[in-house]
T-cell receptor, first 110, second 117 residues
Framework: DAKTTQPPSMDCAEGRAANLPCNHS???????VYWYRQIHSQGPQYIIH???NNETNEMASLIITEDRKSSTLILPHATLRDTAVYYC???????????FGAGTTVTVRA | GAVVSQHPSWVICKSGTSVKIECRSL??????MFWYRQFPKQSLMLMAT?????????EQGVEKDKFLINHASLTLSTLTVTSAHPEDSSFYIC?????????????FGPGTRLTVL
């Protein structure tokens, strides 16, 4: 039972911002939105997470809508090394599992 | 910080043999570790969760007698694939969390690619 919906793929030009959408319309009040990415043949890498406020770190920004039913991960200046599968995951404070869906395959092109 | 290593990074074995994969948290104590499996072009599937000093909790459909997990210390968990068969060929990834129950971020290892001939 998928809690999130992401587009299967998207292309992005190098140096431009990449905006990755995620729908989580059934999210509960105590559930966080996590983003991980997986570069080919590597383990997943944590990017960012948030509850209801927008968050920013050195890798990306996370914008969560006011009703929390969707969010957008923003990579401000995409590079070729950002080519990866990006996973949006909803996880409750009392959950310990990360349920990975199909994710979005992002290809950054020169 | 928060580095997780796996050894070996890849292994090839004959059908019927057993293979042990190690997962180590290098700069933090991991009270909870997780083992995932990923087949080609598919997403990660959680196999089991282990807390240091206790028995692992396996996900539905994962054979606990085939995939033996030991989490004997706060920095080391091992996964042993017993009597491996070609269908066990996969990418095995571990993750570690510094808090009991894994409620904080999970930090992932680089993965181990297992090929069973």
């Amino acid at each position: 039972d998928a809690k999130t919906t992401q587009p299967p793929s998207m292309d992005c030009a190098e140096g431009r911002a990449a905006n990755l959408p995620c729908n989580h319309s059934t999210i509960s009040g105590n559930e966080y939105v996590y983003w991980y990415r997986q570069i080919h043949s590597q383990g997943p890498q944590y990017i960012i997470h948030g509850l209801k406020n927008n968050e920013t770190n050195e890798m990306a920004s996370l914008i969560i809508t006011e009703d929390r039913k969707s969010s957008t991960l923003i990579l401000p200046h995409a590079t070729l090394r950002d080519t990866a599968v990006y996973y949006c995951i909803v996880r409750g404070t009392n959950d310990y599992k990360l349920s990975f869906g199909a994710g979005t395959t992002v290809t950054v092109r020169a | 910080g928060a580095v997780v290593s796996q050894h070996p990074s890849w292994v090839i074995c004959k059908s019927g043999t057993s293979v042990k994969i190690e997962c180590r948290s290098l700069d933090f104590q991991a009270t909870t570790m997780f083992w995932y499996r990923q087949f080609p072009k598919q997403s990660l599937m959680l196999m089991a969760t282990s807390n240091e000093g206790s028995k692992a909790t396996y996900e539905q459909g994962v054979e606990k007698d085939k995939f033996l997990i030991n989490h004997a210390s706060l920095t080391l968990s091992t996964l042993t694939v017993t009597s491996a068969h070609p269908e066990d060929s996969s990418f095995y990834i571990c993750s570690a969390s510094p808090r009991t129950g894994g409620r904080d971020e999970q930090f992932f290892g680089p993965g181990t690619r297992l090929t069973v001939l």
